[in-house]
Structure formats: structure tokens, C-alpha cells
């Protein structure tokens, strides 16, 4: 690490900490009050979830409750319940897992960590194996732009965005809270996770968590050669990651909240890469760390205004190596430093119960320093805005949104891409015909872009500094129900469908050519049809005794619209699944908790050509749960125990990329 770059952490260090120690404006009693907001909505995220039900376009949530139940094991098997939702998974505890919603490409899902955006710069992808779901409160799904309209900008410029949000500290009387877990499962897998929260003052409270994790993932699978089957192991494929995380948390004044955070992972994997025939030989590493830090400030005042600040600095290191003979002396180191300052501010003005009105204003610097881009030493400068108003009756709610994006792109050594501007806008509606009933209809639009990553630019022989950015409109109709009851015995269901057409425009297919470098196929047009459904009903047996269960399906028709002479012509992209959906059933009993789960895909191709020799076979894989929480002496424990692909299914996600089959996963936790 230069000292550069360690002055660069210690300043970036004091900064949130001076931040997270200052004292806000003391507020006169708020006019507002629960009228607009409450005081339990002022999360860490500065937005509570909206539901699928009530929003005017599509969002789905899991709870810590829903997740407990449906028996998710992790972030990326937790997205694989939501509708519209493809999960790339190169198989394994800690394999490198992202995230595609409506065929658009992960590079147009936008992810937030308590509020702030986590950012690739140089891959444009997040990989959610790096979050540990032990730490999280709830995940939500919000495709386009609903009601929620006090937001970061960069939040809302995306297609669709992916909300992780947190554990709060819940004293319960005590100043402090101690939660030891520890998991263990095939193929080697360890992983102990350690959480403590302290209560400091009457205003401040803080947790720290950490968790290892390593597993060798040498799992067995079968390889096809023609009408001969033999049976492998997966190699190359061991994992070891180390994950940090602190959080503060204040109540700087009566209507303000002030949270920050410092995150710390550091990983090392093998990569096994593709499994080929007579040649699984694979020597390829990867070595990763990442570090930010970010605030969260909000407050309310008597003047109906309300604001909220959000700052971040993150700090992130990769090296591939791999050895071949193909390389100059026998090896390939390839290098990459990204730093990224980030800055939002955002106003929202409430002058009556029908009328919110918000802008956001955000700017971030980004830099990437490679010894694989030919020397090119690229940064960009990206200031986006927005300024969103809504109308909300108990009949009708209409959010309007105008995004302005700008893109400045510049190489310290070398050559530049292309700036990039546009304005983006967005509409939402959602009418009730009946006050009494839970019943909406929706329909809304959103123009999105997203300018090319530095990948797409600059590395190699793949990179094209005249890229064009990729648009993307959406367009979405749909209707939900809901219905709750504390007398009869459907205690709740709750119903959504939505149709979508998405027109995509100098559409960046990425298609693995191994677990680190992509081959990039820009396709001119895609068109993307699709349904997307959800069903969440409980059944009330008996007392203490109820029945959960949650249905998700997906149709997609997505295909290459370009050029009717070209033999890809109306061909489905890469990757995409025409038939996906999940199912749960959860029984939730005084005794032991039990959960089955069963998520599934037809065929895709893996290529932009659907022959059969790029055809992936489509599969259904089922796990058990089971889980019960006591009290062992004075303390809280449960015991969970979880059976994945209990029919020892042989699939792949990434064609080559075989994933494991029957496994097995015991988690013990105690609080203290």
C-alpha cells in the first residue's frame, strides 16, 4: 500500500469520525409530526420499505422474520425468491454471486448499504457474497421509481434497486447485547459470526460485527462427454474471507438521526474455473479487499422542509494471478486500485398532506489505477440530480421524476472515453377504486441509462472508449391485492402481477469468458416482454400454530431485436430463463419450525446464438429447514439445521461452472 494511499484512509477515517461526533441543530417542536412522518421511520437507510401492495411500482421485501422463515441460507438464495430476479452464481460457499432484474444486466440494478450506494467502478457489478445476511434486516426489491421519492439521487438512477438494510441494536432493558453464531456445513464450510452492541448514552449507541468464513468447496459432480459419465471433484475452488463492520448510531437533536459505519472484507479464493474436457486444470487466484466508510444524517423541520446527507469514501484492491506457459515468465498479475468519494444531499418540502416535493443532488470522483489497461490511468467526475414531486389521496397517488446525469470521463495517462449526458424521466401511478379494500392498479414509465464501466472502456481487448451508453425503457402494468385478519383463520394474503416491456437500446451483453474477464457483445436493440407474479397467503391452524407459504413466477420473452438479417435475429439473450420462479412453505410451531423451498429455471442459452451446444438445461432445486429457538439458563439460543438441493440435482448457472449438489448446513446462535 503506497502512502498515498494509507493518507488517503487515515483522512477519509478522521472525516467520519469527526462527522459521527457532531452535535446537529437542536429542533423546535415539528409542525409535521405523524401528519408526514413518524418517528419510526427515520431508519438507517432514511426510507422505510414501501409495500408491494400500496407502491405505484413493483417492490418486494424480505423481513429478518420472512427470511427466517422461507429458510434462506444467503443473500443471493434470499434474491432468487423475488420475481424478475436472475442470480449468477458460480457455485460454492462464497463464490462470486450478482444480480440481473428483468434481463437488464446487473450493471442497471443499483445497490445500497444502509442507504448508500455500494459502487464498482471498474466492473460496474457488486458481488453480494461479500454481505453476510447474519448482519441484515431486511432486503427489498424496487423495480423503477415509486412513492418513496426522498432519496439520494444515485439511488433512483438505475432501473431497479437493491435495498440491504441492517440490524438496529434492540437493548430490551440492557446496555449491552452480545450475539455468538457459528455455522458449519459440506464441503468444508466454517463460518463464526460475532455481533456487540453497546448503549453509550441516552443519545448514542454503537455495534461491532465481524465473521471468517472458509470453506474448500471441493464438491463432486458429473461430467458429460457425449453418452459417458464420470464422476469429479470440483478444484482450485477453496475460499477465505474476513468481513469487519462498526456501526454508530445518534440522536444529535429531538428530530434528527446521525449514523455512520466503517466496513472492512478481505478475501482470497481460488478460481476453478470453466470445467472443460480433458483439462480442469486451473491455477487462477484472486485476491480481495475493500474498505469505506459512510454517514448518514438526517432532520426535520418546523417549516415542512426536511433534509438529509449522505457521504462515503471507498477504498478497494484486487489481484488476479494465474500461471500458464502462455504468459511472459510463466505467470499474470493483474493489479487494480479503485477509490471513490462520494457526496448527496437531498430536500424534501411537504406544504400539504397531498403534495411532497424532493430534490437530490449527488457528486462522486472515481479513479482506477491498473497495470491491465495499457497504462491508461482513467477517473470520472458524476453529478446527478433529481427533482421528483408526488400527489397522494387515499385514491390516487402520481410520482413524477426528472433525472439529469452527467458523465465526465478523463485518463490521467492515455486516452479518455466519452463524456455522457441525459436527462432521464420517470412517472408512477397507483389508483384504489374501493377506500375499504386493499386493492390497487398501478402503471408507470421510467427512461434510465447507464454510462460504460472502466472495463468497457479500457481494458484490452475489450475496452472501446466510444462506447455508447445503454438505454433502457421500462414499462409496467400491474394490480395487487391484500387482506389481513386477526379473527379468521387466513390470518393474511397478499397478491401482485405485474406486465412489463422493456426497450433497450445499445444493449452490453457481459458473458463470462472465466470468473474474472468478460467478453463484452454490444447487441443494438433488445426487446424484453414479461410477467412477473407474487403470492404471500398465512393460514392460522391452531394457537401457535400457522401455516407460511410464498409463491414468486417469472415469464420473460427477451431476444435480440437488431438486425433481421443476422442469423441471432429474435434469438433470447444470454442467460435468460423464459420460465424462473421460487416457492416456500413454512410450518411455525411451538416444537420445531420446519420450511421446504424450491426455486427453479427453464432453459437459457450462453450465448448470443441459441443452439443446442450453448443450451443450459433448466432445473428445480428443494431444501428443508428446520429451526427452533429456547432458552438455554438465561439466555436467548437457536438451533438451525438445512439441507440444500436435497435431490442432489446436477445444474449450472454459468455454462462450465457446475454447481454443488446435496449439502448439508448446521447454525447454532446464543445472545447475550
Same mark, same amino acid.
Given at each position: ?36 412522518? #413518524? ?66 444486466? @446487473? ?8 442507504? *448508500? ?107 458429460? %462427454? ?66 469505506? =466508510? ?14 438529509? *446527507? ?23 498479475? %493483474? ?28 457528486? @462522486? ?7 491491465? #489497461? ?53 412517472? @408512477? ?55 389481513? =385478519? ?32 468478460? #467478453? ?146 448446521? #447454525? ?5
Amino acid at each position: 500500500m503506497t502512502l498515498q494511499t494509507k493518507l488517503q484512509w487515515l483522512c477519509a477515517s478522521l472525516f467520519f469520525i469527526n462527522i459521527a461526533t457532531l452535535r446537529a441543530q437542536n429542533v423546535a417542536n415539528d409542525t409535521i409530526g405523524s401528519r408526514i412522518h #413518524t418517528i419510526d421511520e427515520v431508519t438507517v437507510s432514511a426510507s422505510a420499505p414501501v409495500r408491494n401492495v400500496t407502491s405505484t411500482a413493483p417492490v418486494q421485501m424480505l423481513s429478518r422474520k420472512q427470511l427466517e422463515q422461507q429458510g434462506v441460507t444467503d443473500i443471493a438464495d434470499a434474491l432468487r425468491r423475488f420475481s424478475g430476479v436472475h442470480v449468477k452464481d458460480y457455485g460454492g460457499a462464497g463464490g462470486m454471486k450478482t444480480i440481473s432484474v428483468r434481463s437488464l444486466g @446487473s450493471q442497471h440494478t443499483s445497490v445500497t448499504y444502509d442507504g *448508500v450506494a455500494i459502487t464498482d467502478c471498474q466492473s460496474g457489478q457488486v458481488d453480494l457474497s461479500r454481505f453476510s445476511l447474519d448482519n441484515i434486516r431486511s432486503l427489498s426489491l424496487t423495480i423503477g421509481d415509486n412513492d418513496e421519492i426522498f432519496l439520494p439521487a444515485r439511488t433512483v438512477a438505475s432501473a431497479a434497486a437493491l435495498r440491504m438494510q441492517t440490524l438496529v441494536p434492540d437493548f430490551s432493558g440492557k446496555n449491552t447485547r452480545l450475539k455468538a453464531e457459528i455455522k458449519a456445513g459440506s464441503f468444508g464450510l466454517v463460518n463464526p459470526f460475532l455481533r456487540y452492541d453497546q448503549y453509550l448514552t441516552e443519545k448514542v449507541s454503537m455495534s461491532l460485527s465481524g465473521d471468517f468464513m472458509r470453506a474448500d468447496n471441493s464438491y463432486p459432480f458429473t461430467l458429460v %462427454n457425449g453418452k459417458q459419465l464420470s464422476e469429479e471433484r470440483r478444484t482450485n475452488n477453496s475460499i477465505e474471507t474476513y468481513r469487519g463492520e462498526w456501526n454508530i448510531y445518534a440522536r444529535p437533536g429531538k428530530h434528527s438521526i446521525l449514523n455512520g459505519k466503517i466496513y472492512y472484507y478481505d478475501s482470497f479464493r481460488e478460481l476453478p474455473g470453466p470445467v472443460i474436457l480433458y483439462n480442469n486444470r486451473s491455477e487462477e487466484e484472486l485476491k480481495e479487499r475493500n474498505f469505506f =466508510s459512510q454517514f448518514h444524517y438526517m432532520t426535520y423541520w418546523k417549516n415542512n422542509l426536511s433534509l438529509q *446527507v449522505n457521504g462515503k469514501f471507498n477504498w478497494a484492491y484486487s489481484h488476479y494471478h494465474d500461471e500458464s506457459a502462455e504468459y511472459p515468465g510463466g505467470e499474470m498479475n %493483474n493489479i487494480y486500485y479503485q477509490r471513490e468519494y462520494y457526496g448527496s444531499a437531498a430536500l424534501l418540502y411537504v406544504p400539504r398532506d397531498v403534495w411532497a416535493f424532493s430534490y437530490a443532488a449527488d457528486y @462522486s470522483f472515481n479513479n482506477l489505477s491498473s497495470n491491465a #489497461t495499457l497504462g491508461v490511468k482513467p477517473y470520472r467526475h458524476t453529478v446527478l440530480q433529481t427533482l421528483t414531486a408526488r400527489y397522494r389521496t387515499p385514491h390516487l397517488t402520481v410520482t413524477a421524476l426528472l433525472l439529469g446525469s452527467v458523465y465526465m470521463n478523463g485518463a490521467k495517462v492515455g486516452e479518455s472515453a466519452d463524456n455522457a449526458y441525459r436527462w432521464s424521466p420517470s412517472v @408512477s401511478l397507483s389508483w384504489k377504486p374501493l377506500v375499504a379494500k386493499d386493492f390497487h392498479f398501478r402503471v408507470s414509465y421510467k427512461d434510465i441509462f447507464r454510462a460504460a464501466t472502466f472495463t468497457e472502456n479500457y481494458f484490452g481487448r475489450w475496452g472501446s472508449r466510444n462506447l455508447k451508453p445503454e438505454v433502457a425503457r421500462q414499462y409496467n402494468m400491474g394490480m395487487t391485492y391484500g387482506h389481513t =385478519s386477526t379473527s379468521s383463520w387466513l390470518s393474511g394474503a397478499h397478491f401482485s402481477v405485474d406486465g412489463y416491456y422493456n426497450y433497450v437500446k445499445n444493449k452490453i451483453v457481459a458473458m463470462p469468458y472465466n470468473m474474472f474477464f468478460w #467478453t463484452m457483445v454490444n447487441l443494438g436493440h433488445v426487446d424484453i416482454w414479461g410477467v412477473d407474479a407474487n403470492a404471500d397467503v398465512t393460514f392460522r391452524l391452531a394457537a401457535r400454530h400457522q401455516l407460511l407459504s410464498s409463491i414468486s413466477y417469472t415469464y420473460q420473452y427477451a431476444v435480440d431485436k437488431t438486425d433481421p438479417a443476422s442469423v441471432y435475429y429474435k434469438d433470447q439473450i444470454p442467460y435468460t430463463p423464459a420460465h424462473s420462479g421460487a416457492f416456500s412453505l413454512a410450518w411455525e410451531n411451538p416444537y420445531v419450525n420446519l420450511s421446504f423451498h424450491a426455486t427453479g429455471v427453464s432453459k437459457r442459452y450462453s450465448s448470443v446464438q441459441n443452439v443446442e451446444t450453448n443450451e443450459l438445461e433448466g432445473y428445480v432445486e428443494c431444501g428443508v429447514s428446520l429451526y427452533r429457538s429456547f432458552r438455554l439458563k438465561k439466555f436467548d439460543c437457536s438451533l438451525r439445521g438445512d439441507v440444500q438441493n436435497i435431490g442432489n440435482k446436477q445444474y449450472s448457472i454459468v455454462k462450465s461452472y457446475p454447481m454443488p449438489g446435496r449439502s448439508y448446513k448446521l #447454525t447454532f446462535n446464543i445472545f447475550i
